[in-house]
């Protein structure tokens, strides 16, 4: 199976390796398209391991949830990747649909790296309709 992420790699071979715990997102790219997989694949707990502690107690899992669930997730696309020291910037299009209606989630996300391993930190939304 082709990963969600859009690398044209196999997923075992790609996210999956970050899902599974055996490898950590080299980069805050990497880490932004396995986020995208998670949610893809509804790995909720990866969504959780990956995110700022301080940041977590402001995100709505079970809605994450909810919407993980019933979105089909289309692909994405990286508008525009950037890092310096621990801070990373990226800025995505996402594209899926709900209950057959295409929307595109345009958000620009900064990440953190901490010992060694990159966390979402916060995510600004750029537009949401198509
Ligand atoms: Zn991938």
Known sequence: ?????????EYLKCCGVYHSG????????ALMRS???????????YLRDTTDPQTLDLIDEEAN???????QFLKLEIVKAE?????????????YTVDDEEYIHH??????????QWFFKSGKIKAEKK
Do not use: D, H, I, L
């Open 1 to 9: 199976m082709k990963c969600p992420c859009g690398s044209e790699k």
């Open 83 to 95: 890092e310096k020291g621990t801070k990373g910037t990226v800025e995505f299009k996402a594209f």
């Open 35 to 45: 986020r995208y997989s998670a949610f893809a694949k509804n790995q909720m707990a």
């Open 65 to 71: 949830q909810e919407w993980a669930e019933r979105a």
């Open 22 to 29: 055996k490898e950590v997102a080299p980069t805050a790219e």
């Open 107 to 116: 958000e620009v996300s900064t990440f953190r790296k901490q010992a060694g």
